[in-house]
């Protein structure tokens, strides 16, 4: 191991090394093994190892074990300026990442360790913003997704044809890291309508929090 470089970090390239060729959904060892290997504390092993869940590398399965996560996907997640570019008529990515986030999980039905997938869009209508949307995906259903399929992953009308939706609406002031994507001045009330989409099983698919321009878009409920 390297002087002046923690340690965690040296088993994390080890592991990066490891995983290199091996196959999408392959097991990686268990945190004893790995301990073991590198002669480490299973601690030290934990931290390198959630630092490459959190990157997007691996990806855990309850009860099963920690897994090579899909490098289609991840090459992607790591270009963050290649996505920033991805626009069409329809909206813009600005915002692409594979993480924990304890306080989504619950709405997810997810544990707070378990990998979400994040994206962040501006919608547009005749090139103006009308919506900035958070999406947030369970990582262990849309891993294998690859990059050029995100336009389909992408598309909640599918969702909410093949399940069902609830919604709140939810009076705040506009987020400030939003206002200048929105162009509207910090501090203005809104509406943010959270929507969550759940298989016929009832199982979530997908929760989207939807930050709405109060100039250019009104909402109408209907009943």
């Not at 709405?107 to 958070?134: A, D, F, K, Q, Y």
């Not at 698919?205 to 100039?215: C, E, T």
Request: aromatic fraction near 8%.
């Amino acid at each position: 191991m390297g002087l002046g470089t923690p340690l965690y970090l040296e088993i994390k390239q080890q592991i990066l090394k490891q995983i290199e060729d091996k196959a999408v959904n392959s097991p990686i060892p268990s945190e004893r093994e790995l301990a073991s290997l590198f002669h480490a504390s299973r601690m030290t092993v934990r931290n390198a190892v959630n630092e490459l869940v959190k990157e997007g590398f691996l990806y855990r399965n309850k009860n099963k074990g920690t897994f090579v996560a899909d490098r289609s996907l991840l090459k992607k997640n790591t270009a963050q300026e290649s996505l920033m570019t991805q626009d069409n008529q329809d909206y813009k990515l600005i915002y692409f990442n594979i993480k924990e986030i304890p306080e989504v999980a619950p709405e997810l039905n997810l544990l707070p360790h378990n990998p979400i997938l994040r994206v962040v869009r501006v919608m547009l209508e005749e090139g103006s913003p009308v919506t900035v949307e958070e999406i947030y995906f369970p990582f262990e259903k849309v891993q294998s997704v690859a990059m050029q399929e995100l336009s389909e992953l992408l598309n909640m009308e599918r969702y909410a044809a093949e399940g069902t939706t609830t919604q709140k609406f939810i009076p705040m002031l506009i987020p400030e890291k939003y206002s200048n994507q929105l162009n509207v001045k910090m501090g203005t009330p809104i509406i943010m309508v959270e929507t969550v989409i759940h298989d016929k099983e009832g199982t979530p698919l997908v929760l989207i929090k939807a930050f709405h321009n109060p100039y250019k878009k009104s909402l109408e409920i209907t009943s």
